[in-house]
């Protein structure tokens, strides 16, 4: 089946320890949700098909830590990436203070001067918020990200945000193809008959 996918894309995962990037990777992967999900050690790794509008990709997706003692760990891992999902907890709003940090780590260590970037504004399922969704919308705007709200606890946005990033990177112009690639965007068939992709419906 490989050979039906267009291409391959790497994906980071970031923001500070606690703000469920384990727990939205999972959501994702098996559309599962542990409560007593355990914070990751260095960098996770997973990987996932997925179609977007007639085009079939397989994501690489590196889950990183965000406790201090393991960011020497990270730069490595921005190499290459086409896509970066900055997460952070609607309910602590110091999580949501050091996205800039994240942000300028990402530039600093990014090899792709144009990848694209999502907001992820998680676990929109507690009932005290810190962060309101205009606060978090005007900071999404003023670093011109994309954003959305989620709840891997409740699925809320989790596959939306995936599918939306991928969509922004494969309509992002020398982000992904290879040199030469004669590869077509979209499938004009596959407006007709959704069948014809052979990996939507996968959840």
């Known amino acids: 089946m490989d050979e039906d996918i267009l291409t391959t894309l790497k994906i980071l995962i970031i923001g500070e320890s606690g703000v469920g990037k384990s727990s939205i990777l999972l959501r994702f992967i098996d559309d599962s949700f542990d409560p007593d999900q355990t914070l990751t050690i260095g ?7 997925l179609c977007v509008e007639g085009n079939n990709v397989k994501l690489a997706i590196w889950d990183t830590a965000g406790q201090e003692r393991f960011r020497t760990l990270t730069p490595s891992y921005y190499r290459d990436a086409q896509g970066a999902i900055l997460v952070f907890d609607v309910s602590n709003h110091s999580t949501f203070s050091k996205l800039e940090t994240w942000l300028n780590e990402l530039d600093t260590y990014s090899t792709k001067s144009n990848i694209v970037k999502m907001i992820v504004a998680n676990k929109i399922d507690k ?4 962060v309101s969704r205009e606060e978090a919308m005007n900071f999404a705007r003023r670093h011109q990200t994309l954003y959305i709200e989620a709840s891997a606890k409740t699925r809320d946005g989790v596959q939306a945000a995936f599918e939306e990033l991928v969509h922004k990177i494969i309509q992002t112009p020398g982000l992904w193809e290879s040199y030469g690639s004669n590869v077509q965007l979209g499938n004009k068939d596959h407006e007709k008959e959704p069948s014809s992709c052979s990996f939507c419906g996968l959840v």
């Open 43 to 49: 960098v996770d790794f997973k990987t996932k098909r």
């Open 127 to 130: 009932e005290k918020r810190e």
